[in-house]
């Protein structure tokens, strides 16, 4: 299981919100390309940014900085989301040398464009399902759907998808734990790799996390943690390897 820092980008910046609200923001480093090579150093093997601007303005608003981190670390695999809405941008941050897009809003409001992407990018498309009460949250968080986010994942089993990020946004950013049971019940019900977001906190979630892995739950995002201490990336991503499953 991969142990997967979040940068989250606001105005150039790297923060982290709570519950995915904008005007509760806390700024952590001005400048994205230093904070990466420090979970780099720290032996992170993926990174997960996000573009919160873009999330709400529907296209990419921090490509730039994306770009800079992508160019800075080139073996580094990189998955990106917020405002991933037409073909165009996938091509500009896979160009870039972004590794996947992260597609949400659009995988609700317009399900076949997930599978047109994964046709003209395959092997580099990824879903974000955001979920509030077990249902689909859309728009940078701001709308909640009366879709489920198990039923939603069923409907990309076949469409070639790499994986899903699944948040529990009622938890993201506010320390109080993953949501194991949820995140393993959408792994199960999918089929699909699934890496879990939103509350990872400490090793207690990260040992949760791990003791259902099986189900299918490759990674786990971590930001506001991270940042404050309560979890190392390198002794958490240290005690995954040495307590992986024997393949068989």
Not at 64 to 89: C, F, K, M, N
Not at 186 to 199: D, F, H, K, Q, T
Request: contains cysteine.
């Amino acid at each position: 299981m991969l142990i997967i820092p979040a940068i989250d980008l606001k105005d150039g910046a790297c923060v982290r919100l709570k519950q995915g609200r904008m005007d509760e923001s806390t700024v952590f480093s001005a400048n994205p390309v230093k904070m990466a090579e420090r979970w780099v150093q720290a032996g992170a093997r993926r990174l997960h940014l996000v573009d919160l601007n873009g999330a709400f303005a529907g296209e990419p608003v921090n490509g730039e900085v994306v770009t800079d981190i992508a160019r800075a670390y080139p073996d580094l695999p990189i998955q990106i989301g917020g405002g991933i809405r037409s073909l165009d941008t996938i091509e500009y941050y896979l160009k870039a040398g972004v590794e996947w897009v992260i597609i949400g809003t659009l995988a609700v409001k317009n399900p076949a464009f997930v599978e047109e992407a994964c046709k003209a990018f395959p092997g580099h498309v990824i879903v974000g399902i955001d979920a509030k009460n077990g249902r689909v949250a859309t728009e940078g968080w701001a709308e909640v759907s009366e879709v489920l986010a198990t039923d939603l994942a069923r409907e990309f089993r076949d469409a070639g998808v790499s994986a899903i990020v699944y948040t529990d946004i009622s938890r993201d950013g506010m320390m109080q734990g993953v949501n194991v049971a949820a995140t393993a019940e959408l792994a199960r019900e999918s089929g699909m790799p699934v890496i879990a977001s939103g509350g990872v906190t400490n090793m207690d979630d990260i040992r949760a996390l791990a003791a259902v892995a099986d189900a299918g739950i490759i990674g786990a995002i971590t930001g506001r943690a991270i940042y404050e201490g309560t979890l190392d990336v390198a002794e958490a991503q240290r005690w995954c390897d040495e307590n992986a499953p024997e393949a068989d």
